[in-house]
């Protein structure tokens, strides 16, 4: 129970899993040709800690410090050249590999960036040119709210009782109020990217809300509508080309046949399902969200199996998981057809959906067109009743 909630809080994160940065040059020297950055922290009463640093790929296992620079009685300066415009970095002050550590998004644009409080850089006043200034509207109008839901939840769950924890109906009415801040998130956002077409802002939001299993009949119009200044920036472009990738795989796309082995070794091709609905359905036995998932699955298919509807399910497990896929299917009473290459996360079927995370499904019509996308939780069997089924 804990490690879902842990689970569904992580989800609340307003930073998108699948967010693409542009890659610039190091910071720290200087261009002739280029603009440069400058970016002062003035912290009155900093904690003591050694440094403060700017880093891409925020994560507790996967931080690439670009620079950093040693606090003087709370103050530091980072310089460098502007080689792109939208290139959005992390500052962190105090020590990396930290859950909780001090940090805050800033653009690394042209001009002087002032960060200026008493002892923490969260929550420090900002005077910088005018993309900041526009990433600070759109931290306070767009996210704060999301995140105020977050700690408030988070403060419910850590109020209660062990005994209360293990209440199916406490754990039910906080996925309710979960379910209500994702929705606020994408409303947000989405009504933001719409009002601000001109600034790279728009384009980070964008890429937030696309994630990683993009719905191109949503995404791209959005996209349409920014300014031609952002999408043909490096970041911008960069986004065109994840957008591009997700196309075969998008609504009304033919879905891209493929051919893996059963659990008995026998060859099965999606094809082979041709004149059916099925859930095409990536999955793993190590997969937390997929086992929580797989009883809606399980339900879905036993209300529709003699209605034409089927489900094909992918496993992401590994050789060395082989036994635990195995152990899975028949533990969650999965009893349709399971197939895998035991490659984990280079499985070929994997690979040609563009699946980078999961669980995720395709749902795909007898003529083997995709007509939904992660159906999960009631909306499967509202989707297959909508069809006619």
Known sequence: MIKNWIYLALALAPIGAGAQT??????????????TFDLHIRLT?????????????????????????????GACTFKGPVTDPAQKVTLVVGHLNVRDADSREIFLEAGRILLQGRDSIRTASIKAPALNMAYADYAQT????????????????????????????????LKMVMRFAWHLRDSLKTAYIAGHP???????????????????????PLFDGLSDSVRSS??????????????????????????????????????????KYVLLDFWASWC????????????????????????????????????AWL??????????????????WNNAAAKKYGIRSIPQNFLIDPQGKIVGKNLRGEELEKQLGALGL
Do not use: H
């Not at 990738?245 to 493929?258: E, K, Q, W, Y």
């Open 288 to 323: 937390g969200p997929c086992r929580a998932e797989n009883p809606n699955v399980v339900k879905a298919y036993a209300a529709f199996k003699d209605k034409n509807f089927t489900v094909l399910g992918v496993s992401l497990d590994g050789e060395n998981t082989k036994g």
């Open 198 to 220: 001109d600034t790279y802002v728009s384009l980070l939001a964008l890429q937030e809300l696309a994630g990683k299993d993009i719905d191109l009949s949503k995404i791209e």
């Open 142 to 173: 767009v996210l704060e709210p999301v995140n105020r839901v977050g700690r408030g939840l988070n403060a419910a769950y850590q109020a209660a009782s062990e005994e209360r924890r293990k209440s199916p109906a406490f754990m039910d009415s």
């Open 22 to 35: 542009a890659a610039g040059a190091r910071p720290g020297g200087t261009s002739a040709a280029a603009p």
């Open 45 to 73: 009463a900093a904690p003591p800690v050694p440094k403060a640093y700017l880093v891409t790929e925020f994560e507790m296992t996967d931080q690439k410090v670009l620079d950093s620079a040693v606090l003087v009685k």
């Open 327 to 344: 152990k899975a299917i028949q533990k969650d009473s999965l009893t349709w057809t399971q197939v895998s290459d035991l490659q984990a």
């Open 234 to 275: 490096k970041a911008g472009q960069a986004f065109a080309a994840v957008l591009e990738r997700a196309r075969p795989t998008s609504i009304g796309a033919v879905a891209p046949d493929f051919s893996e082995p059963d659990t008995s070794g026998a060859a099965v091709r999606l094809s082979d399902f041709r004149g």
